[in-house]
């Protein structure tokens, strides 16, 4: 490529390709004006990168669709992004001057994965957490059948209870299984972007390894996952 004069290559999904961490060091190292951009759809798997591509590369996490986005790719509004200060401080003007332009809740019900899946959308969800659990966690975990069932499980209880104060004594009793393998649990669906965790601002180093709460990463993987959901508990996660 670059000896026929190519100054970009795009990688998609590289993340499937083994050793691709140790490859693209290789080609940043011997060709230092080649361009190269690389994305992968796990999160797990780009994260257990073992080759220090720390210094060569920018990361940068893409964030699901967001409404306003949406709006602006379908032509409906181009709205600006909006700071949390403002929508902490201002939110009722705001969403009074939105309300004004466009009818909002009629928008909203075509929103997520509008282009895939149109009315399949929560099945379409709920298969893309199940390969994140069954195929992607024991890949890079190395867990036995018995321990993602149980990652399953977790899941279940956090949608059902969510947002969910932690209580790993309650959760190593409902699972069966020892408190250290919860905190494993749930660390790793953490960095597979499917809840969050959230720590005291001053906690300590005593509550680096136990968060104040678990969250969903977003209100759309409850309603996936979920038969039943509480409107106080959609607008807190």
């Known amino acids: 490529l670059v000896s026929h004069g190519k100054t970009h290559l795009f990688l998609d999904e590289v993340h499937k390709y083994n050793g691709w961490d140790k490859q693209i060091k290789e080609i940043y190292d011997s060709y ?4 190269v951009v690389v994305t992968g759809s796990s999160m797990l798997h780009l994260d257990e990168s ?18 306003r986005e949406y709006l602006k ?46 009315d399949g959308f929560l099945q379409r969800l709920e298969n893309v957490v ?30 059902q209870r969510n947002p969910y104060t932690l209580n790993v004594q309650e959760l ?3 699972l069966g299984t020892s408190r250290d393998s919860v905190y494993k649990m749930l660390q790793l669906l953490h960095r597979a972007a499917l809840i969050r965790r959230l720590f005291q601002k001053d906690g300590g ?20 996952l979920s038969e039943s959901t509480d409107a106080g508990t959609m607008r807190e996660t």
């Open 50 to 67: 073992d080759a220090d591509l720390s210094r060569r590369c920018r990361t940068y996490t893409m964030q699901g669709l967001s409404f």
């Open 32 to 35: 230092p004006k080649l361009k």
């Open 130 to 159: 199940n390969v994140i659990i069954q195929v992607e966690i024991p890949s890079v975990a190395k867990v036995e059948y018995e321990s993602v069932y149980k990652i399953k499980v977790l899941l279940g209880i956090l949608a």
């Open 73 to 118: 790719l379908e032509g409906i509004v181009d709205l600006p992004a909006l700071s949390l200060e403002d929508i902490l401080e201002k939110h009722e003007s705001i969403a009074a001057r939105l309300t004004n332009k466009l009818p909002v809740l009629k928008n909203f019900e075509h929103y997520p994965f509008y282009k895939e899946e149109g």
């Open 205 to 224: 180093l005593k509550l680096v390894q136990k968060p104040e709460k678990i969250l969903f990463d977003n209100t759309n993987l409850m309603y996936a």
């Open 172 to 174: 190593s009793s409902l």
